[in-house]
């Protein structure tokens, strides 16, 4: 059982490229998150997922796109990446929405855009 | 959801009980309380939560008070592998999301 499992582990990008995170979870969870973490910071979210086809903003939401085709996978995209969005990106899914449950949380992506 | 208050950083001396609060004055009655710890910049690992009643794991317990405005969440026997950042979050019945603050960070001397 591996939980929930983030591709990459490490990215460097230039200015303008652009690419998807992968984040993959086996417990059949129906709602994924993407939160990022900047230095000293705590985690903010980005964009989430409460089902399969289905996507919706969080706190910080510009500048990425999301994708959840199938339940097992939450995918972050940035189109043209930018100095600003380098942080360590942590994906997380949970079972039920909210209350008496418990988020998993992935070990995360350390981005750097130069 | 509500917010919540957590001192920046705190010792620990290893043994002893670590007792980390936080502060969530304006949390309502279907918001349960979480505790998350995140290690060296690895992923937040899930602790303990609870709704009003105490709690207790084989991680840690959760103390709410009465009122439930406030909780501390006590690691009965401190050690090194403890330190930490501890987060507390308040998440409502209905919640999509968890909200992290920049919660406390515990340092554990030998």
């Known amino acids: 059982n591996a939980g929930v499992t983030q591709t990459p582990k490490f990215r460097v990008l230039k200015t303008g490229q652009s690419m998807t995170l992968l984040c993959a979870q086996d417990?059949?969870?129906?709602?994924m998150y993407w939160y990022r973490q900047d230095p000293g910071m705590g985690l903010r979210l980005i964009h989430y997922?409460?089902?399969?086809?289905?996507?919706a903003k969080g706190e910080v939401p510009d500048g990425y796109n999301v994708s959840r085709l199938k339940k097992q996978n939450f995918l972050l995209g940035l189109e043209s990446a930018a100095p600003s969005q380098t942080s360590v990106y942590f994906c997380?899914?949970?079972?039920?929405?909210?209350?008496?449950?418990?988020?998993?949380f992935g070990q995360g992506t350390r981005l750097t855009v130069v | 959801d509500a917010k919540t208050t957590q001192p920046p950083s705190m010792d620990c001396a290893e043994g002893r009980a670590a007792n980390l609060p936080c502060n969530h004055s304006?949390?309502?009655?279907?918001?349960?309380v979480y505790w998350y710890r995140q290690i060296h910049s690895q992923g937040p690992q899930y602790i303990i939560h609870?709704?009003?009643n105490n709690e207790t794991n084989e991680m840690a317990s959760l103390i709410i008070t009465e009122d439930r405005k406030s909780s501390t969440l006590i690691l009965p026997h401190a050690t090194l592998r403890d330190t930490a950042v501890y987060y507390c979050?308040?998440?409502?019945?209905?919640?999509?999301?968890?909200?992290f603050g920049t919660g406390t960070s515990l340092t554990v001397i030998p």
């Open positions: 609870g709704l009003k």
């Open positions: 997380a899914s949970s079972y039920l929405p909210g209350g008496n449950t418990e988020a998993f």
């Open positions: 979050i308040v998440r409502a019945t209905l919640g999509n999301q968890f909200y």
């Open positions: 417990m059949n969870h129906e709602y």
């Open positions: 997922s409460v089902g399969e086809g289905t996507t």
């Open positions: 304006t949390i309502s009655g279907n918001e349960y």
